[in-house]
């Protein structure tokens, strides 16, 4: 596919080329993690926050993946469902996708970004894990609403 104008901007989950890509990131998850440490949120789940918010990133008029946050009071942030397509990686667009977020994040005034990610203990988690660090991510205590987790890694990002 030939690079088209790349942008990110605020979309609905549900609809039809989106959910495609949160399926995709669903799927990502029940193939490498076991069902009771999956923490990724399907559109209906996404639905019933109403303060997610949630962007894609577009080749043109062609969604390639997405990312959202979610408030999570004193200051935090979580960032969540950072997904590409697989016929999409390598060209950055998780990179971007996490800049954007952490643009949003700072100019909303929060403090700090916070995610879980799968653990060292599970493959399929390495690239993200590594992008996470290079982007100044640090491992952290358990976030607001889970539970302990040896499957889980849980990263800071202050602001």
Known sequence: MAMQTLSIRRADPSAPDI?????????????????ASIHAMDVEQM????DLLFWAIYD??????????KPLGDGLVEVKSVHVLAAARGRGLARRMMEHLEA??????????????GS??????????????????????????YAPDPLSAFLRRDL
């Open 47 to 50: 639905a019933a926050q109403p």
């Open 120 to 145: 060292d203990r599970l493959t399929g988690f390495e690239a993200a894990r590594a992008l996470y660090e290079r982007l100044g991510y640090r491992s952290c205590g358990v976030l607001p609403g």
């Open 19 to 35: 959910a495609a890509i949160i399926a995709a990131h669903l799927a990502h998850s029940a193939a490498t993690t076991p069902a």
């Open 104 to 117: 949003e994040a700072r100019q909303m005034g929060y403090a700090a970004m916070v995610l879980e990610t």
């Open 60 to 69: 043109g008029d062609t969604a390639l993946g997405c990312g959202a946050l």
